[in-house]
């Protein structure tokens, strides 16, 4: 597959090199040469410096027979009109784009991506990817990561393991013995910097982040397992009042359960917009460092603080201080991914990484065969994958153990109609079937193939 990546910066960098340690043809295209640099320095893509916009910059990078366009600049208008471009002059035939503004999301004016209009097939918005992987986040504050799969029925979490771990230094073949009821796999296991597919003797250590599977009826019944208590989130303070932080507040204002809700913002201005967006939230002007305006917002009885400003520095100090001031939990949003070593020593209990959440939309689009849902894990190390079985499929038919999966890969959960069972090896893979898997970054492309349909569905 030919595909054209325009921007070079964190999330376009991550998309080409998923595409290309895949073995696609990939340009990446971006006005910094540095970048354009740096992309064809550590991946084996092709660069051009330039305006993505410019029909002769596109035309360099091969738009006339390319597959796929991704604009993912820093400029809603530079990502709309390179479609734009796309599509009149080169009849790319699919183009995604990532949009920030929230005007040009409105569900009133989605009529403009119509292909006679702005001709965007997907559009992707980081803010929305990020306040839904927060909600994700409360949902389940002792994981330090979260996703839905199989129409919201299967949960994947991920843990850390302490010494009040019950089942610590028990290999996972006799976790299936003492808990022959609960609904859930261990599918990935890191350990000591590494991330690994789990054998069934393999045992749990203390220290060991693991990512497990589990029917969402039995998260709580998993995390307890684990050693992990689930306490009910009833008052949320959050810190950052822009985009993400609205939405996560608004979303939090339908929830049926009634949390209270208090953000900090520390411009008057985007308050005031927050205050006029909200009816049950309370706004306060003020700098989420300073201890007066977190005694005023109740920090010592929230039950979780959640910060979201666009500055990772402040995240942090902000999720520190609100943890020495007795909040249990803290989230802080996180851009910059060499930050993310310090979350365990500086006692931050889970971190949202907007370029991970924009990748995973991204890579969504743009998997092979009847893929519907792609969630990317740590720094790109693997990803789940929960894709429909087809008749042409090779995996079609077969019992689980005679499936020739790479030893990085295993399946999750598997839905059959409407029923989500816990796959054995003797379960048998059928057409229509929709499975979940996990997948080391490696293995992605034998797990296509073993997806992949005789012809591309793009």
Same mark, same amino acid.
């Given at each position: 597959?030919?595909?054209?990546?325009? *921007? $070079?910066?964190?999330?376009?960098?991550? &998309? /080409?090199?998923?595409? @290309?340690? +895949?073995? !696609?043809? %990939? =340009?990446?295209?971006?006005?910094?040469?540095?970048?354009?640099?740096?992309?064809?320095?550590?991946?084996?893509?092709?660069?051009?410096?330039?305006?993505?916009?410019?029909?002769?910059?596109?035309?360099?990078? *091969? $738009?006339?027979?390319?597959?796929?366009? &991704? /604009?993912?600049?820093? @400029?809603? +208008?530079? !990502?709309? %009109? =390179?479609?734009?471009?796309?599509?009149?002059?080169?009849?790319?035939?699919?183009?995604?784009?990532?949009?920030?503004?929230?005007?040009?999301?409105?569900?009133?004016?989605?009529?403009?991506?119509?292909?006679?209009?702005?001709?965007?097939?997907?559009?992707?918005?980081?803010?929305?990817?990020?306040? +839904?992987?927060?909600?994700?986040?409360?949902?389940?504050?002792?994981?330090?990561?979260?996703?839905?799969?199989?129409?919201?029925?299967?949960?994947?979490?991920?843990?850390?393991?302490?010494?009040?771990?019950?089942?610590?230094?028990?290999?996972?073949?006799?976790?299936?013995?003492?808990?022959?009821?609960?609904?859930?796999?261990?599918?990935?296991?890191?350990?000591?910097?590494?991330?690994?597919?789990?054998?069934?003797?393999?045992?749990?250590?203390?220290?060991?982040?693991?990512?497990?599977?589990?029917?969402?009826?039995?998260?709580?019944?998993?995390?307890?397992?684990?050693?992990?208590?689930?306490?009910?989130?009833?008052?949320?303070?959050?810190?950052?009042?822009?985009?993400?932080?609205?939405?996560?507040?608004?979303?939090?204002?339908?929830?049926?359960?009634?949390?209270?809700?208090?953000?900090?913002?520390?411009?008057?201005?985007?308050?005031?917009?927050?205050?006029?967006?909200?009816?049950?939230?309370?706004?306060?002007?003020?700098?989420?460092?300073?201890?007066?305006?977190?005694?005023?917002?109740?920090?010592?009885?929230?039950?979780?603080?959640?910060?979201?400003?666009?500055?990772?520095?402040?995240?942090?100090?902000?999720?520190?201080?609100?943890?020495?001031?007795?909040?249990?939990?803290?989230?802080?949003?996180?851009?910059?991914?060499?930050?993310?070593?310090?979350?365990?020593?500086?006692?931050?209990?889970?971190?949202?990484?907007?370029?991970?959440?924009?990748?995973?939309?991204?890579?969504?689009?743009?998997?092979?065969?009847?893929?519907?849902?792609?969630?990317?894990?740590?720094?790109?190390?693997?990803?789940?994958?929960?894709?429909?079985?087809?008749?042409?499929?090779?995996?079609?038919?077969?019992?689980?153990?005679?499936?020739?999966?790479?030893?990085?890969?295993?399946?999750?959960?598997?839905?059959?109609?409407?029923?989500?069972?816990?796959?054995?090896?003797?379960?048998?893979?059928?057409?229509?079937?929709?499975?979940?898997?996990?997948?080391?970054?490696?293995?992605?492309?034998?797990?296509?193939?073993?997806?992949?349909?005789?012809?591309?569905?793009?």
């Amino acid at each position: 597959m030919k595909v054209i990546i325009c *921007g $070079a910066g964190q999330v376009g960098w991550q &998309i /080409a090199r998923h595409l @290309s340690g +895949e073995k !696609n043809d %990939v =340009t990446v295209v971006d006005s910094n040469p540095e970048l354009v640099s740096r992309a064809t320095d550590t991946l084996d893509v092709q660069g051009i410096a330039g305006f993505a916009s410019y029909p002769d910059i596109l035309d360099k990078a *091969g $738009a006339r027979d390319a597959d796929m366009i &991704i /604009a993912a600049t820093y @400029s809603d +208008e530079v !990502n709309m %009109v =390179t479609c734009q471009v796309a599509h009149s002059v080169f009849a790319i035939p699919r183009k995604i784009a990532r949009l920030r503004s929230q005007s040009y999301l409105d569900a009133i004016y989605s009529d403009l991506y119509r292909r006679d209009h702005m001709p965007i097939d997907v559009v992707i918005s980081p803010e929305r990817e990020v306040a +839904e992987a927060a909600l994700k986040r409360l949902s389940a504050p002792a994981a330090f990561d979260t996703e839905t799969f199989l129409d919201g029925r299967v949960q994947m979490l991920g843990l850390t393991l302490d010494e009040e771990c019950p089942v610590v230094n028990t290999p996972l073949r006799q976790l299936t013995d003492l808990f022959s009821t609960l609904k859930a796999v261990v599918v990935g296991v890191r350990r000591e910097g590494t991330l690994f597919a789990p054998e069934p003797n393999d045992q749990l250590f203390v220290g060991d982040e693991i990512y497990v599977f589990t029917f969402t009826e039995d998260a709580n019944r998993t995390m307890e397992v684990f050693g992990k208590d689930q306490k009910k989130q009833e008052r949320v303070i959050l810190i950052g009042g822009g985009n993400v932080g609205l939405m996560v507040a608004q979303q939090l204002e339908k929830r049926a359960d009634r949390i209270r809700v208090k953000v900090i913002e520390n411009s008057r201005a985007v308050a005031e917009v927050a205050a006029e967006a909200l009816e049950r939230t309370i706004v306060l002007h003020g700098d989420g460092l300073d201890s007066a305006i977190l005694s005023e917002a109740g920090i010592d009885r929230a039950d979780a603080v959640l910060a979201v400003t666009d500055d990772d520095k402040v995240n942090m100090l902000a999720s520190v201080r609100a943890k020495s001031r007795g909040c249990p939990m803290a989230i802080a949003l996180i851009n910059d991914p060499t930050l993310v070593p310090l979350m365990n020593p500086l006692s931050i209990d889970a971190y949202i990484n907007p370029r991970a959440t924009t990748v995973s939309s991204i890579l969504r689009h743009i998997r092979h065969g009847r893929v519907r849902d792609v969630y990317s894990i740590g720094d790109a190390e693997a990803e789940i994958i929960e894709a429909e079985v087809l008749s042409t499929s090779p995996i079609a038919g077969q019992q689980v153990r005679d499936v020739d999966f790479p030893e990085g890969v295993l399946i999750g959960a598997i839905l059959k109609g409407k029923e989500v069972i816990k796959p054995k090896g003797g379960t048998r893979i059928e057409e229509g079937d929709v499975i979940a898997l996990f997948s080391l970054a490696s293995d992605v492309p034998e797990v296509e193939r073993l997806l992949q349909v005789s012809i591309d569905f793009f």
